[in-house]
């Protein structure tokens, strides 16, 4: 089973930008489909983006689009989000996620429980 790590997260203004990086270890790293997900205080956990390795197809949630773009180093086993004018409603723990050979990745990558390993997740939080 692999293993993930993010890092990254902090405080930033509206309008900022942060990266975060999800970096896995246990397990080859071009066959997984790698998501982003997000859970603000008292809201369900949601599906932010997710790059399929192998093929370097990305998706989007369309509240993100065109501010987010993620990305991945395969030598480096790391998967990037970068975050660009980030909104105070961008706040939430940042959680990155793996699944080996993800079937239909267009329609599933958005649902939690399409992935088998989840890291520990880290704090974006952006002010006003």
């Known amino acids: 089973e692999v293993q993930l790590v993010e890092s990254g997260g902090g405080l930033v203004q509206a309008g900022g930008s942060l990266r975060l990086s999800c970096t896995a270890s246990g397990a080859t790293f071009d066959d997984y489909a790698i998501g982003w997900f997000r859970q603000a205080p008292g809201k369900e956990r949601e599906g932010v983006s997710c790059i399929s390795v192998s093929d370097g197809d990305t998706y989007y949630a369309d509240s993100v689009k065109g501010r987010f773009t993620i990305s991945s180093d395969n030598a480096k086993n790391t998967v990037y989000l970068q975050m660009n004018n980030l909104k105070p409603d961008d706040t939430a723990v940042y959680y990155c996620?793996?699944?080996?050979?993800?079937?239909?990745?267009?329609?599933?990558?958005?649902?939690?429980?399409?992935?088998?390993?989840w890291g520990q997740g880290t704090q974006v939080t952006v002010s006003s």
């Open positions: 996620a793996a699944e080996a050979n993800m079937p239909s990745i267009p329609t599933m990558w958005v649902q939690l429980k399409a992935y088998g390993s």
